[in-house]
């Protein structure tokens, strides 16, 4: 079945550096969203990449989709103790374009 | 403001006790998911419906059923909860499946099964 991965699993960083997920779809993506979820929390949708090649910017989360549209990530640049939580990819699920098949996150936990 | 909300958001039951968690919306989305969430995992999805269309994943147990009885709410019954069965409960929503939409998840119910 159609799986999606995540690396790394765990990234405990210091304050102030960077931190970087990997997303890798065995099957080619028509779209991918990315996700974060507090502890204790639950999921909220921070973006979604459609185009091959695409690079979307928040403040300091830059996100990118691969050319070949089966690969994503999500890099932050200078980490704060706000950024801690663990960050899901996603992409849709075969067989039905409104289900989501979800990595196994990341999850960042920032030394202040 | 429009949202997602899930009840109750902690549930405790006993060992093969049925239980019924909530969920409704305000955000007038078709679609209507519900997950199972262990911890340090990621969200798994149990069934979700398209307006009234369930689709249920083929991997979830016979234990978990769902009912839709309108567009805003949407009710998870676990008929024998086990053990095994305590996790958190996220209920999500999205607009429509023209293509992979954003989905909006409830803040979740945390069930303990004694």
């Known amino acids: 079945g159609q799986q999606v991965m995540q690396i790394p699993q765990y990234q405990h960083v210091q304050e102030g550096e960077d931190f970087t997920t990997y997303c890798n779809s065995s099957?080619?993506?028509?779209?991918i969203q990315w996700y974060k979820q507090r502890p204790g929390g639950h999921p909220v949708f921070l973006i979604q990449?459609?185009?091959?090649?695409e690079v979307k910017k928040q403040k300091r989360l830059t996100f990118q989709f691969g050319e070949a549209k089966k690969n994503s990530s999500l890099h932050i640049t200078a980490t704060q103790t706000t950024d801690v939580g663990t960050y899901f990819c996603?992409?849709?699920?075969?067989?039905?374009?409104?289900?989501?098949?979800f990595g196994k996150g990341t999850k960042l936990t920032v030394n202040p | 403001d429009a949202m997602v909300i899930q009840n109750p958001r902690y549930q405790v039951t006993q060992f093969g006790k049925p239980v019924t968690l909530s969920c409704s919306q305000t955000?007038?989305?078709?679609?209507m998911y519900w997950y199972q969430q262990k911890s340090s995992q990621a969200p798994k999805l149990l069934f979700h419906?398209?307006?009234?269309?369930?689709?249920n994943e083929a991997d979830t147990p016979d234990n978990f059923q769902s009912r839709r009885p309108n567009t805003s709410f949407c009710f998870l019954d676990i008929r024998s909860p086990g053990l095994g069965d305590a996790a958190m409960y996220l209920c999500?929503?999205?607009?429509?499946?023209?293509?992979?939409?954003?989905?909006?998840f409830g803040p979740g119910t945390r069930l303990t099964v004694l």
């Open positions: 999500a929503t999205s607009r429509d499946d023209r293509y992979t939409d954003t989905q909006y």
């Open positions: 099957t080619t993506l028509s779209n």
């Open positions: 990449l459609v185009k091959s090649g």
């Open positions: 996603a992409g849709p699920g075969v067989g039905g374009s409104e289900k989501l098949v």
């Open positions: 955000l007038n989305h078709n679609v």
């Open positions: 419906y398209y307006d009234k269309d369930f689709n």
